[in-house]
């Protein structure tokens, strides 16, 4: 089985920083795009930012330029750095991976982590 585990959200004012980190564990050959998706109370679930496993990145416009996605490959975890956070930014933030299993020849799997929420206080 496969988890992945995020940790780093919590309570911030408006103009703070928070930086979230998701770590995956279990029967892992490889894994291709990781992300981060974060989802409001009355609104869907939205892309924040992606890497793929080269590094290349593709992020959010509301996000552009305050945050930024990154990967340890060796430590099978992805990191979001948010900086400049506003109300606005408040979600629960969610882990996303595509995870290719051990004996499960090349096929690869998407993967969900629990969430943690982020608040951003005016």
């Known amino acids: 089985q496969v988890q992945l585990v995020e940790s780093g959200g919590g309570l911030v004012q408006a103009g703070g920083s928070l930086r979230l980190s998701c770590a995956a564990s279990?029967?892992?050959?490889?894994?291709?795009?990781m992300g981060w998706y974060r989802q409001a109370p009355g609104k869907q679930r939205e892309l924040v930012a992606s890497i793929t496993s080269s590094g290349s990145t593709n992020y959010a416009d509301s996000v552009r330029g305050r945050f930024t996605i990154s990967r340890d490959n060796a430590k099978k975890s992805v990191y979001l750095q948010m900086n400049s956070l506003k109300p606005e930014d408040t979600a629960f933030y969610y882990c996303?991976?595509?995870?290719?299993?051990?004996?499960?020849?090349?096929?690869?799997?998407?993967?969900w982590g629990q969430g943690t929420q982020v608040t951003v206080s005016s």
């Open positions: 279990g029967t892992i050959v490889a894994i291709n795009t």
């Open positions: 996303n991976a595509d995870v290719r299993r051990l004996g499960w020849g090349y096929k690869y799997e998407n993967y």
